[in-house]
């Protein structure tokens, strides 16, 4: 079974433009989560996907969003980008099963600087 | 209440040693203990996980002990190899019956020398 996918893996740009990630889960996984990875602070959850829907959100300002679509495949966006956004961009993908904690498993990374 | 802290920052050992790395976390809602190991380039890759109805589990050379009225849990590499040398993270997951999220320690660079 083919892991979780992230494109791109490299990504350029200026501040104050923005950015979207794609994201596309293990086969059968409905739960999309993202992670933000810098060496400052470390690994942070920024927000987690359900069937469309956003079920978790971390504590990111507004410029950081998402989305799922049917297929269980997911992006997210950064606008107004700021140098401090250059981060690895993780995302993880679990089966979505109710009533309790699951493994996660995360993708490559999307390595995102901002000059 | 949500942090998971993680120590030591750094590790060195000896080829054939053993490897301890040390989490503490606050919140009693946590309900899922995951390691993951991260090499440079690479995302984290699940190692082992427990969840706190146990004390310990083991995966070859991997054990994970857990304490649940301390409130800690730690990873012991046994036999210790140059290819074990990765950047290791303990983390927590919180599930609110609205999903599920990990709350990650800062991290534990390991370097196994020959």
């Known amino acids: 079974k083919a892991g979780v996918t992230q494109t791109p893996r490299y990504l350029i740009k200026t501040r104050g433009q923005q950015v979207t990630l794609s994201c596309s889960p293990i086969s059968g996984h409905r739960s999309v989560s993202w992670y933000q990875q810098t060496p400052g602070q470390g690994l942070q959850f920024l927000f987690e996907y359900f069937s469309e829907t956003q079920r978790n959100k971390g504590n990111f300002p507004g410029r950081f969003s998402g989305r799922q679509f049917s297929n269980s495949r997911s992006e997210m966006n950064v606008s107004t980008l700021e140098l401090g956004d250059s981060a690895l961009y993780l995302c993880?993908?679990?089966?979505?099963?109710?009533?309790?904690?699951?493994?996660?498993?995360f993708g490559p990374g999307t390595r995102l600087l901002v000059l | 209440q949500q942090q998971v802290k993680q120590s030591p920052q750094s590790l060195i050992v000896q080829k054939g040693g053993i490897s301890i790395i040390n989490c503490a976390y606050e919140n009693t809602a946590f309900d899922y203990f995951p390691w993951y190991q991260q090499f440079p380039g690479k995302g984290p890759a699940l190692l082992i996980a427990i969840r706190p109805d146990v004390s310990e589990k083991k995966e070859g050379r991997f054990t994970i002990s857990f304490n649940k009225s301390a409130k800690q849990f730690s990873l012991h590499i046994m036999d210790s190899q140059p290819g074990d040398s990765a950047t290791y993270f303990c983390a927590a997951s919180l599930n609110n019956n609205a999903g599920n999220m990990l709350t990650f320690g800062g991290g534990t660079r390991l370097m196994v020398k020959p």
């Open positions: 993880a993908s679990s089966v979505g099963l109710a009533g309790g904690s699951e493994t996660q498993y």
